[in-house]
């Protein structure tokens, strides 16, 4: 680039920012804008034609039926106003409307109606809309229902669960649903080929309290249920150590024989919630010994094993896994 057209550039400039920063600049941008606003103001002021998106609620689908047709989720009203009034719904966001199904009683007779949207929902949509709006129409005039009845069937429900404890934490009783058992909805041969019904997957770490969730059910396609939920409860206590000392029993024994172990008793280690800990007692356990197992083994020794105890106790260990035993005659 030439110096001359350095030189050019830089005057060029100087002359727009006297331009830009002289008064009769201002004063026509003032006056441009004022004007601006003034047609604004008057355009709102004519009255014009729009349309609203309203949207619908569906209450109370009764669960034995099927809609055999996607239901709208709005209504459309053609409205009529000034522009004044027209803009503020712009950004306005209406309460739904409501269709509740128990208010309506032809579906129990009829596989098809129709509900008619300006005598159903005309004096709620005007309380909705300032008084001066006036309602022109309605997308959709009517909202046509079908549907199939459903077949029905009640099976129980099974919960899903991935639970991990905290440490010394333990389940301290069965896990509850509530109910244990739904009714399920639907075509004939897929719910006659369902035996039971299991909930989503229930995860859940360190758990030191009983757990309590509403637990959404894993319903196979075109299947609805009643209830829609069940609550689970993984019910959780503190558990803590405890023993007792429990008899060694030889089943099978002759009446004229004897055997006798030692030591006669062992003990048994456990865990324990707090809730069934003091109730536990030697009697709720058992060691047995068979007759025939010691004669036909060629030891004087013989493994332990314990073959019943509470279903409440967890990790159940015998302080002795071996005794020695000896055959006696009665007189």
Known sequence: MHKTDKI???????????????????????FLIISGLFWIIMSLNKTYETRLSIPIQYNNTPAEIE???????????KVKDKGTTLITYTSARFTPLVIDFNDYDTYNNSDEWSIPTASTFDKEIKELLAPSTQVIDYFPSHIEIEKKL???????????????????????DTIQIIPNEVTLYGYQEIIDSIQCIYTLPIVA????????????????????????TVKVVAPVEFYTEGKQMVPITVVGVPENLQVRTFPSEVEVTYMAGFSHFKTIIPADFTITLQYNELISSNNDTHPLTLEQYPSHIVKPKLKTEKVQWIIEFVK
């Open 8 to 30: 050019d550039l830089s005057r060029i400039w100087r002359k727009m920012k006297v331009f830009l920063l002289s008064r009769d600049t201002f004063i026509f941008l003032f």
């Open 67 to 77: 809609l055999m047709a996607e239901l709208p989720n709005h209504i459309v009203v």
């Open 150 to 172: 459903l077949s029905q069937k009640k099976v129980p429900v099974k919960a899903v669960t991935n639970l991990e404890y905290a440490r010394q934490y333990y389940p301290s």
């Open 205 to 228: 770490e360190q758990l030191k309290d009983t757990l309590s969730v509403d637990a959404e059910l894993a319903l196979p396609n075109h299947c609805k249920s009643d209830p829609k």
